[in-house]
């Protein structure tokens, strides 16, 4: 058994004057209490903020510096980890307990070697040595689907693209065959037809070594095909725990309910989402009431009298909940805002021109070549983009999905002339009838205000010397020169807002955020500048549910009043499926299938689109089967 018995973690913020409960700390966990076995699933969910990824590095005592432990202990089989130097802590972690980090890109080493790293994590964990352990790492990579593992063990981590990195972390965190696993949003960046590879790889792991899988994540149909137990986290505290069969068809926690309306539904394409009103409440205070009650649609007067205790339901000694209205919170459903049809997400509501026209695009990369063949002036080719065409139509979302390596993120900066200079383009790509291929230098400049990216790696894409605020200015000074300081200032400040951002946000450094809300700061800077055309790589991949409608919602609004084109990079059909009029499938650089959403989800012709879609993990009854 793990377990944690009343955990409270504070960690200094920066800037702030320290002491213990005073105004510079922030009060991450409060007397967090769990517990994982052998052999079972539990995942812990909510919303970016709320104490997931901070729980987990407790757990492995990987706690930012300064941070200090309150109160209570963590246990591994009845010994208390907290009391271990940290040479004992060294063996627990990773050979006892591993852990998938939420950040592949920042995890891995830039200059080792992928196989180096696992040689590290094998070697210093089991007997294996020398070519026996180069062996097990080509049969790890090769057992988290990385194609021809035999020769990607020798490549660093920039040849790879996000979703083989996030598969190159969990190669590692299973290499030694841990007891317990914490998984930190393990599929975030991979395609669906990858996400069922790895679930199943862990099921089958779970099963053959009894494995403990404490798994954090905001997906939650992943939640309901492979949890036991789920404990739903908000604010530093866990307000309701049950078992999944419990929390799926009956959630009794107001937020729990909010959270399963937000999912991304199919049917509505453009319309509004049941996005929760706010955000989680700031953790440097100290609360005396309810802490969901400002964004709860049963507060009543009683909620603010104290914080509640976490009970267990009459009955249910299993099912506790974290609500003063707990008897009588599994009444009625809760009211949520009904759902919007956007005059847009007709396919009729576009222009007669295309705002986006790309022509038989192609982009190939330099191979490294021999001495020889650089001597006879012979240069290889890697073509990652083939002869791809698509048109884009104001207020239209064309959605291109396919799995992680197809050329889909290359496409998307090909399409911003993102890779002059480091790969060989062809085609066109014509931006309100201009080609964007032949443009240079302040022309080039100019139709970029008009079109704008959301790159899929938040924190590599955030520039950490700076302050939120002048990232999002940044911009604005270079595209939007016209607008003086107060009219910037105004314009962030009502970007913030719609993405869910406070105004002190502007002031902090970006490695002071989750992922969920770098994300958020890397969306207002894409859309601060008022582009025409929005090419969006994962915007939601680190995104939990709430947040996540907010964000769709917010891109359905601006559509509808902007005409804003969108081209939607991603692997979550559950977001094509809400947002995009378009689909087209990519498959080895080629587009292999396209079409509208009803034609390519509904009768889809290729082989490859029917084994996309088969793989999408759903929340139904039956999924409910598949932890077994």
């Known amino acids: 058994m793990l377990s944690l018995d009343e955990l409270s973690v504070d960690v200094p913020v920066q800037g702030g004057h320290g ?38 590095l407790a757990l492995m005592r990987l706690l930012p510096g300064g941070a200090v432990v309150q109160g209570g202990q963590i246990r591994l089989d009845e010994q208390a980890l907290l009391d271990l130097p940290e040479s004992a802590m060294r063996r627990v972690r990773g050979g006892r307990i591993g852990m998938i980090f939420q950040e592949p890109g920042t995890s891995l080493n830039p200059v080792l070697r992928v196989g180096e790293q696992l040689l590290e994590a094998i070697e210093t964990h089991t007997a294996l040595r020398g070519a026996a352990a180069r062996l097990k790492a080509i049969d790890w990579l090769r057992r988290v689907g990385i194609p021809e593992p035999e020769r990607r063990i020798d490549d660093y981590p920039f040849r790879l693209s996000g979703g083989q990195k996030q598969r190159v972390m969990i190669a590692m965190a299973l290499a030694a065959e841990p007891d317990y696993l914490i998984a930190d949003e393990p599929t975030t960046a991979l395609d669906v037809t990858i996400q069922r590879q790895v679930l199943d790889l862990l099921k089958d792991l779970q099963r053959e070594q009894h494995l403990g899988l404490l798994l954090i994540t905001h997906d939650l149909a992943v939640v309901a095909g492979m949890a036991h137990h789920v404990a739903l986290m908000y604010a530093g505290q866990i307000v309701e725990v049950a078992s999944a069969e419990a929390f799926f068809a009956a959630p009794r926690h107001p937020y729990a309910r909010l959270l399963l309306q937000a999912l991304p539904a199919r049917g509505r394409p453009g319309g509004q989402l049941a996005a929760i009103a706010g955000s989680v409440p700031p953790l440097t205070q100290r609360f005396t009431a309810c802490r969901f009650a400002p964004r709860c649609p049963s507060a009543q007067a009683r909620c603010q009298e104290g914080e509640p205790a976490l009970l267990a339901l009459p009955g249910d000694a299993d099912h506790a909940l974290r609500c003063v209205m707990a008897p009588l919170v599994a009444a009625p459903e809760l009211s949520v805002a009904p759902t919007a049809t956007s005059a847009l997400s007709a396919s009729t509501a576009v222009l007669p021109q295309p705002v986006l026209n790309v022509e038989h695009l192609g982009v190939a990369y330099p191979l490294p070549a021999n001495v020889w063949a650089r001597l006879r002036g012979e240069q290889a080719w890697f073509e990652a983009v083939k002869d791809v065409s698509f048109e884009l139509h104001a207020g239209q979302t064309l959605a291109l999905v ?4 197809c050329g889909k993120t290359t496409t998307g900066r090909a399409v911003l002339q993102l890779l002059r200079g480091s790969a060989r383009l062809t085609g066109a790509v014509r931006l309100d009838g201009a080609d964007l291929c032949s443009l240079e230098g302040p022309t080039l400049r100019a139709a970029r205000a008009k079109i704008q990216m959301i790159f899929q ?7 950490p010397r ?5 990232i999002l200015e940044e911009g604005l000074r270079a595209l939007r020169p016209e607008l003086g300081t107060a009219a910037r200032r105004q314009r962030i400040l009502a970007m913030c807002d719609q993405v869910g951002l406070s105004e002190h946000v502007l002031a902090r450094w970006p490695h002071e955020f989750s992922g969920g809300q770098r994300q958020r700061i890397a969306i207002a800077r894409a859309l601060v500048v008022e582009p025409r055309v929005l090419v969006c790589d994962e915007p939601t991949s680190a995104l939990d549910v709430s947040v996540q409608a907010q964000i769709l919602n917010l891109l359905s609004n601006l559509q509808e009043r902007t005409g804003i084109a969108m081209l939607l990079i991603t692997h979550n059909i559950a977001v094509v499926e ?10 080895g650089g080629r587009i292999v299938e396209s079409g509208t959403q009803t034609a390519v989800l509904d009768q889809p012709q290729q082989l490859y689109t029917q084994t996309l879609l088969a793989a999408v993990p759903r929340i139904a009854p039956s999924s409910q089967t598949n932890r077994s």
């Open 457 to 463: 790696d938040p924190f590599a894409s955030l520039n």
């Open 466 to 470: 700076w302050r939120v605020g002048e």
């Open 19 to 56: 002491g213990q409960g005073g105004e510079g700390w922030l009060h991450a966990l409060d007397r967090l209490q769990l517990s994982l076995a052998r052999g079972q699933t539990f995942a812990l969910v909510g919303e970016s903020g709320c104490g997931k990824s901070m729980t987990a």
């Open 402 to 405: 396919g799995e992680s390596g």
């Open 578 to 587: 809400a947002v995009a009029q378009r689909i087209a499938v990519m498959q």
